[in-house]
């Protein structure tokens, strides 16, 4: 199969700081077992699914083109997905969360290409193909619930992070890494989880992304949509484990009502959940969505927004009244009577209107940061950016006059006024200003050597929210994960093995009829006789092919399996019961 990318839209109109995190699928790097693997948990999952899921997730199957005998090549995908929309696209692992939630925005699946371990078929930590393909993929192929999710994105990429989320999500991301791979020691991933567990701790106050990451885990991950009495699956992590979604319909899971109160409730990725929530209907979905996005310093602003971003320590933005933005690391804030009163950010800044950046105001004019006071002039009940023409004359607030400006709560600013900007309502925006000495009491903010003043305009702060207004004013291509999805180097055991499973890969799709099945299942006997996914498939081909005697044979070595290795009992069982439900025996 092609590596090269279909031709698609939705991947053309990707900004470039999101194209860093994309990897080849390497379509050929997938092994025969992966293969097997992947048709395994596909006919399980489609299997008994066709009765607990959502009615659009068996619909949304062939509606994405995804296979259940073949592991889908995300790139044929694309062919398919355009027609409703989206697109997919392969990385490594986890992602930055607020990456992942914008290409959501962009209307694009993030699909992490690796596919777990045959020792870890019903459940891994680390996203792969299967969890990502096979549970997400065919979801959004319900119009609700795919605006659902591209809004769940468009919002979720503006919460604003705390500085120990991202040290979370490194330590999250290296123990889903460790687990699957299989090589890992007990000693190394007892002390990796030790980490997280101490990190998820030792959290404090939970940020917005932290809040809004709950609502994705019991939404998008793990929901549960109809009646507390008989509801039926959605959420992709269920969709994807051959485990948990049978064992969520038991009652030994809680079923609770979705509401705001998910919000507030924090999970455990490496554990099944003792509790999910139902909600009723897609539409709710987004009420929920919505309610939440209140909330955030986004909708907000405020002195508690900036104060957000100052503790996340990351690139974000606010939005003044007048709708200019600033955009850069946010270090300090000063407030009166619970308001802010200015701002100042640490090196580069942009300032930007709209989403696009002021010309003559980018990082290389404001590279030593920039701060500006926020509010109205005292004793004057007009704010200057609802003065006329005429009102700012009268106030003296004219090109080439020097002026002294005190503001509610005691930022002066004095200076000769070179030129105003105004916004496309004719609001003055921004003032420049020479020989300009601003203080707050006592403080010096900023005085006349330090080049020209640029005075934001704005009586409040509207917005706060992760990330910049114009995506061109920074350098985002930055991202270098601490830890890489580990590859370690085949064994001639494992290559042996996987020579035999292609063997019966090619036998079933009628590639080499001439294979011996006799002699493959003698060879498993002698040098594999712990492997037991591939002689559940010899078990299929010989009951199709009504050989009797073959399959008592398999039958007999699966039993030899069982005992020797009961934890694989149940899964050797459920591959015999698909088989006979699908053969006639």
């Given amino acids: ?13 990707l900004p470039k700081h999101l194209m860093q995190f994309i990897k080849p699928q390497d379509y050929d790097d997938y092994s025969a077992i992966d293969q097997a693997v992947w048709r395994y948990v596909m006919r399980k999952n489609v299997n008994f699914l066709s009765t ?18 073949s592991i889908p090549n995300m790139y044929g995908m694309n062919r398919i997905l355009k027609d409703i929309g989206w697109a997919a696209v392969a990385v490594d692992g986890f992602i930055p969360p607020n990456a992942f939630m914008e290409f959501q925005a962009y209307n694009v699946l993030v699909i992490a290409s690796d596919i777990r371990q045959l020792e870890h078929i019903e459940y891994t930590p680390a996203p792969d193909i299967i969890h990502e393909g096979a549970g997400h993929a065919p979801i959004i192929a319900n119009p609700e619930y795919a605006e659902y999710l591209r809004r769940f994105g468009e919002i979720g990429c503006k919460a604003i992070s705390s500085a120990k989320d991202y040290e979370l999500y490194e330590a999250v991301r290296h123990l889903s890494i460790i687990k699957e791979a299989p090589n890992s020691s007990e000693s190394d991933i007892a002390a990796t989880e030790k980490k997280v567990e101490a990190l998820q701790q030792n959290m404090g106050e939970p940020s917005e992304m932290a809040l809004i990451r709950n609502l994705h885990w019991w939404t998008v991950e793990y929901g549960l949509i109809g009646t507390l009495e008989n509801p039926k699956i959605y959420g992709a992590g269920l969709l994807s484990s051959i485990g948990e979604s049978a064992w969520c319909m038991t009652d030994e ?56 971003l100052i503790e996340s320590n990351a690139l974000g933005t606010i939005e003044l009244s007048t709708g200019l933005q600033i955009s850069g690391i946010f270090a300090h804030v000063i407030e009166s009577n619970g308001y802010p009163i200015y701002i100042q950010t640490n090196g580069e800044t942009a300032l930007a209107y709209r989403e696009k950046e002021l010309v003559g105001h980018g990082t290389n004019t404001h590279k030593n940061g920039f701060g500006s006071p926020i509010g109205k002039l005292k004793g004057i009940n007009l704010a200057i950016e609802d003065m006329s023409p005429r009102d700012l004359s009268a106030y003296d607030i004219y090109e080439e006059q020097n002026i002294t400006l005190e503001f509610e709560g005691g930022v002066k600013v004095s200076g000769e006024i070179i030129t105003g900007k105004r916004n496309l309502q004719g609001k003055i925006i921004l003032i420049s200003l020479k020989n300009c000495t601003v203080t707050h009491n006592e ?26 207004a114009d995506l061109n004013s920074f ?34 799709d009628h590639k080499n009829k001439t294979i011996s099945r006799t002699k493959v299942l003698e060879q498993l006997i002698e040098k594999h006789p712990n492997d037991w996914l591939l002689p559940v498939e010899l078990y ?37 019961e698909i088989v006979r439900q699908t053969v006639s025996i």
């Fill in 475 to 508: 350098d985002l291509i930055t991202h270098v994960p601490s830890t890489k999805t580990i590859q370690i180097k085949k064994s001639d055991q494992q290559i042996q093995l996987e020579a035999l499973y292609q063997q019966v890969r090619d036998y079933r």
């Fill in 443 to 468: 403080t010096i903010l900023f005085q006349p050597e330090w080049g020209i003043y640029d005075m934001a305009i704005g009586k409040e702060i509207v917005s706060a929210f992760s990330g910049i």
């Fill in 253 to 308: 899971v809680e079923k609770l009502p979705y509401d705001i109160n998910a919000t507030y409730k924090d999970f455990d990725i490496t554990k099944p959940q003792p509790q999910l929530f139902v909600t009723p209907d897609f539409a709710n979905l987004s009420l929920i969505l919505e309610e939440f996005a209140n909330t955030m310093a986004l909708r907000k602003g405020g002195l508690s927004g900036v104060n957000k």
């Fill in 1 to 13: 199969m092609s590596n090269t990318i279909e031709t698609n839209n939705i991947l053309n109109r």
């Fill in 52 to 69: 607990v899921a959502h009615k659009s997730y068996l619909e949304g199957l062939n509606q994405t083109g995804i296979s259940i005998d």
């Fill in 540 to 576: 299929e081909l010989a009951a199709i092919g009504n050989e009797s005697n073959l399959c008592e044979s398999i039958l007999a070595h699966l039993e030899t399996i069982k005992r020797n290795r009961p934890e694989v009992g149940h899964l050797i069982d459920d591959g015999l």
